[in-house]
Nanobody
Framework: QAQLIESGGRLVQAGDSLRLSCAASDRTFTIRTKAWFRQAPGKEREFVAS????????DYADSVKGRFTISRDDAKNTVYLQMNSLKPEDTAVYYC??????????WGQGTQVTVSS
């Protein structure tokens, strides 16, 4: 079964930077749109950023525009989320996902990011 494994989450201070990684086990994922979502305590999971299979068009949630950057390295079958100027409200479990059809249907187990004020 295809897997996505996130890493890089940890406790940081407000204003710090952090890079999350998501490694995929299935090589077919290199031609799939990938995304990052997050879920804060007591809240629903929300979209953060996505990157087209070609590495072209990227979308971002308004709350992270200008601070977060999504990228991919297909040689490593890995997608990244560079997070700068972190805020306490960025605290959440971050998940990567792959869209194999019309929806994001392959999910990782998540990595915890905690931003202290």
């Amino acid at each position: 079964q295809a897997q996505l494994i996130e890493s890089g989450g940890r406790l940081v201070q407000a204003g710090d930077s952090l890079r999350l990684s998501c490694a995929a086990s299935d090589r077919t994922f290199t031609i799939r749109t990938k995304a990052w979502f997050r879920q804060a305590p007591g809240k629903e999971r929300e979209f953060v950023a996505s990157i087209d299979w070609s590495g072209g068009p990227r979308d971002y949630a308004d709350s992270v525009k200008g601070r977060f950057t999504i990228s991919r390295d297909d040689a490593k079958n890995t997608v990244y989320l560079q997070m700068n100027s972190l805020k306490p409200e960025d605290t959440a479990v971050y998940y990567c996902a792959v869209r194999t059809g019309t929806e994001f249907d392959i999910w990782g187990q998540g990595t915890q990011v905690t931003v202290s004020s």
